[in-house]
Structures are given as C-alpha cells and as structure tokens.
C-alpha cells in the first residue's frame, strides 16, 4: 500500500506558485517595498517626536469596527444560518457601503489633497491612481500567495493544504478586514473628522452583517456556535492594527496622503469585485443582492453628506 506523500511546506509551495505567477509575486513585492518606504518616513518622523495627529482617532475608528464585528457575530449563537436571499442582501448592503466610502471618503479627500500637495490636478490624481495601483497589487498578492478558503470557492493559496480549516477560514476573513483597518488610518492620518468620520461609521455598520454573514459561513461547515463567533469577532482585530499601520502609512511626508488614501480605496474596491459581489451573485439573488448595494451606497452617500 502506498502512502500520500506529506503536504509540501509553505516555502516549497510558496516557490511553487511564484513560478506559477510571477507578474502577481512582482506586484505583491512592488506593493510591500512601497509600503516599508512609506513606513520607514513614518518612523523617522516619530523619532523626530511628530506623531501623527490622527493616530489616537485611528485606533478608536479601528476599534469601532472590531465592535461592529463582534456585535454581528453574535446572532450566530443562536442561528445556524440566515435565509440565502437575505444575506445575499446584506452581503450586498455592505459593498455598497465599501464602494461609496472608497468613493467619497478616500478618493475625492485624495484627489483634493494630491492637488494641493503638486499644485496640480492631473498630478494629484497622478498620485492617487499610483495609491490605486499599489492597493490592487497588494490585494492580488495577498489573495494569490495567502492560504485561505471561501464557502463558495474551497481553498485556495499557496500552503493551504497544511492548514486546518478554521484557519484558511480566519486568513479569508483577515483578508476582508485588513483594508478596512487600513481605510481608518489612512483617512484619520491627518485628523481631519471630515475625512475619518463618514469612513468609520460606514465600515463600522458593514461589518455587522459581514461579522454575522463570517460566523454563519463558519457554523455551516461544522464549527460550533462558539468557535464560530469567537473566531469571527476575534478577526475584527485586525481593523485597529490595520488603522495602526495606515496612519504610519499616510503620516511620513505630504505626498503620502493622497498616495495612501488610493492605496486604500484600491484595496477595499478589490475586496468587493473579487470577493464580496461575487458571492452575493453565485445563488441566483443576483437582483436582489444590487438592490442591497445600490441602498447600501445610497445609505452611504447620506452619511458622509450628514457627518463630513
């Protein structure tokens, strides 16, 4: 009798799936590169004694959304699963909610401050699609090289074989949660409510159905109501490190905030078209879930229009 031969360490596949798609490992490192360069201005302006103005509101903004995830776990409790078409809907609401934010609270701030910082509207976009691009690179490398599983696509990403299932369920989630802590930072790096405000509460109410719809996905597969719910709720602590670490990312010098509120837009608008939307289309809802979006961004639109 033969035996399997042992799942390949995550290096080996690691190198596997480098070869397999270089132009995504070169992206992934373009992105990472850029931002240790935006991180390191950070730190040298921190050894100078300048903190970030914003870097206090960041962590409550980061805060609020591991809030809003817990508090969205929590139904899982007691439900084992929502109807498919409603949380189809609120999966839908909350893209909606992630583009109108990436819209009108990074992008628009970023092309305002581009201007200002280059004296030039063209160079100020300039500087925010680079952001754009280095976000969708990230992303991409992250999604490519990541070992993580989604309840409609299986697992997926390099190693993923010698990972346990609540794991590559954890690393999808983080996935999600990442830019949005990132979003936080980035769009307080310079405490200006305005900007920071409309951002956080949209993420904030996003992640409730995000944090409820995570917890069912777990419950489905077999995890108990409390590893389900504790894993989710815990995955909201990546929001207040990633506000960490976008506040370092926009503080360094001035073309580092437009540069870093594209960043984040092309993070959170990769999240949506790549994972969010298509998972809300994939059980025949596809109308309803846009409806859920279009409310979602509308709902949206109002609040940055009320709290900015």
């Not at 591991?66 to 949380?87: D, N, S, Y």
């Not at 997926?156 to 983080?174: D, M, Q, S, T």
């Not at 904030?204 to 989710?232: C, M, T």
Request: with cysteine; aromatic share 4%; charged share 10%.
């Amino acid at each position: 009798m033969q035996l399997d031969s042992p799942a390949p360490g995550y290096l080996a596949a690691l190198r596997v799936q480098v070869a397999q798609a270089p132009f995504s490992a070169a992206g992934l490192l373009l992105a990472l590169v850029a931002i240790v360069v935006l991180l390191v201005m950070s730190v040298i302006q921190l050894l100078a004694g300048s903190a970030p103005v914003g870097l206090r509101y960041a962590l409550l903004g980061g805060a609020a959304g591991l809030a809003g995830t817990a508090l969205g776990a929590l139904p899982a409790l007691a439900l084992r699963r929502l109807p498919q078409r409603i949380e189809d809907v609120l999966l839908g609401l909350a893209a909606g909610m992630m583009l109108a934010a990436s819209s009108f609270s990074l992008l628009l701030p970023g092309l305002e401050a581009g201007a200002e910082v280059l004296g030039s509207k063209p160079l100020g976009a300039a500087l925010v699609v680079l952001g754009l691009a280095l976000g969708v690179l990230l992303m991409l490398g992250l999604d490519k090289f990541t070992p993580h599983e989604h309840e409609g696509s299986g697992p997926c990403g390099a190693g993923h074989e010698r990972c346990g299932r609540i794991w590559l369920f954890v690393f999808a989630i983080a996935l999600h949660n990442l830019p949005e802590g990132m979003a936080i930072g980035v769009a307080f790096a310079q405490g200006d409510l305005a900007v920071g405000l409309p951002l956080t509460t949209a993420i904030a109410l996003q992640d409730i159905p995000e944090g409820l719809a995570v917890a069912l996905a777990l419950r489905s597969v077999g995890f108990s109501s409390f590893v389900a719910v504790s894993a989710a709720a815990l995955s909201g602590l990546l929001e207040p490190l990633g506000a960490l670490l976008g506040v370092g990312l926009a503080s360094g010098f001035a073309a580092a905030y437009p540069v870093g509120l594209g960043l984040a837009a092309g993070a959170m608008i990769f999240v949506v078209s790549h994972e969010v939307i298509p998972e809300t289309h994939r059980n025949g809802h596809q109308t309803a879930a846009t409806l859920g979006l279009m409310a979602g961004f509308a709902l949206m639109m109002v609040l940055d229009t009320t709290l900015g």
